[in-house]
């Protein structure tokens, strides 16, 4: 039996933006996905939460499941990318997210980068961090139709990275703040068509593009004031980072009202992903009583923490 460990991916600077060549700042963290793989007499990936339940039939590359369509289309996309990079392996595997599917903390990217490591695991291949990300890269492609490398990457790499496209490179970021509150929003649409939305818009007002300059322009800025540990400079640029994905359509009033009556207990938030609801970065002023009116408002959360390493097996 492999066990994987696929960490989730924080966007904190820079989401949409980084569709259009501008950079992004996004960090890995300790809550994500966890893959078992263990040989067997034919392929099943099973997991709990998304109530997904998968049958891959090696002879003709295709698949008999149950279970939450969008999840299913990244299992068998990176079943097949797996297989045709390290071969036919007839193995069962369980996945555990410690996020619900679809709400913005890259659970399709660490699912991804998760199953492709498990798969080479179990055939005993050691993979290295960058081919994961682009293996894994191309199953939010095929599945997605247009995803940047930003959260394949982050998962396969570990830590805070700051990501360029056109072409790909990144760079670690020697970030000293660390954690972070995810409120963890209902979301409304899904990535790949709010990035359409957003696309549409761009095509539509020329102005966008100095929007898009504005966002590049924040995370250059915040890139020194991670590093330099300054969290009221980060989080005010959490703040304008938020109101200019807001220009983009992209904030919801919910995201707004919240972060007004969070205000005392955060340096500043923002969404953190594709947006409309979905998850929301808070960078905690004071943390104890920000979890209280959390729970006190019934908005669900997530406490996590950068975790420097990328997907490994545990
Ligand atoms: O909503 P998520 O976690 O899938 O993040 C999307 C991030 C975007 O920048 C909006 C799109 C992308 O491919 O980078």
């Given at each position: 039996m492999f066990r994987v460990f696929a960490p989730g991916v924080v966007k904190l600077f820079g989401e949409h933006a980084v569709v259009y060549g501008r950079p992004a700042i996004a960090a890995a963290v300790n809550k994500g996905i966890e893959v078992l793989c263990e040989k067997s007499d034919k392929t099943i990936v099973r997991t709990g939460k998304a109530y997904v339940d998968l049958e891959y039939i090696h002879d003709v590359g295709t698949a008999l499941a149950r279970g939450h369509e969008r999840f299913l289309s990244y299992a068998i996309s990176a079943l097949k990318i797996a297989e045709s990079s390290f071969g036919v392996l007839k193995a069962s595997f369980e996945i555990k997210s410690d996020f619900p599917p679809s709400i913005g903390a890259a659970t399709s990217?660490?699912?991804?980068?998760?199953?492709l490591k498990a798969y080479a695991a179990c055939l005993g291949i050691e993979i290295a961090p960058e081919e994961l990300a682009k293996l894994a890269h191309k199953v939010e492609l095929e599945v997605q139709g247009a995803a940047s490398p930003m959260d394949t990457a982050v998962s396969a790499i570990g830590g805070v990275l700051r990501i360029e496209t056109n072409p790909f490179r990144y760079r670690r970021v020697n970030s000293s703040i660390n954690d972070f509150i995810l409120a963890l929003l209902?979301?409304?649409?899904?990535?790949?068509?709010?990035?359409?939305?957003?696309?549409?818009?761009?095509?539509?007002?020329?102005?966008?593009?100095a929007i898009m300059d504005a966002i590049g322009r924040v995370v250059d800025e915040a890139e020194s004031c991670l590093e330099s540990g300054d969290l009221v400079c980060v989080g005010e640029l959490m703040e304008i980072n938020n109101w200019l994905l807001g220009a983009l359509g992209v904030v919801g009033y919910d995201v707004i009202t919240m972060l007004r009556y969070l205000k005392p207990y955060i340096y500043g938030g923002k969404i953190s992903g594709a947006g409309r609801g979905g998850v929301v970065v808070l960078l905690p002023r004071r943390k104890e009583e920000l979890k209280e009116v959390l729970l006190a408002t019934d908005v669900p959360f997530v406490e996590v923490k950068v975790e420097a390493a990328g997907a490994r097996a545990i």
């Open positions: 990217a660490s699912v991804s980068v998760g199953l209902p979301r409304r649409g899904l990535t790949k068509d709010i990035v359409a939305d957003v696309k549409a818009l761009k095509a539509r007002r020329r102005s966008v593009d």
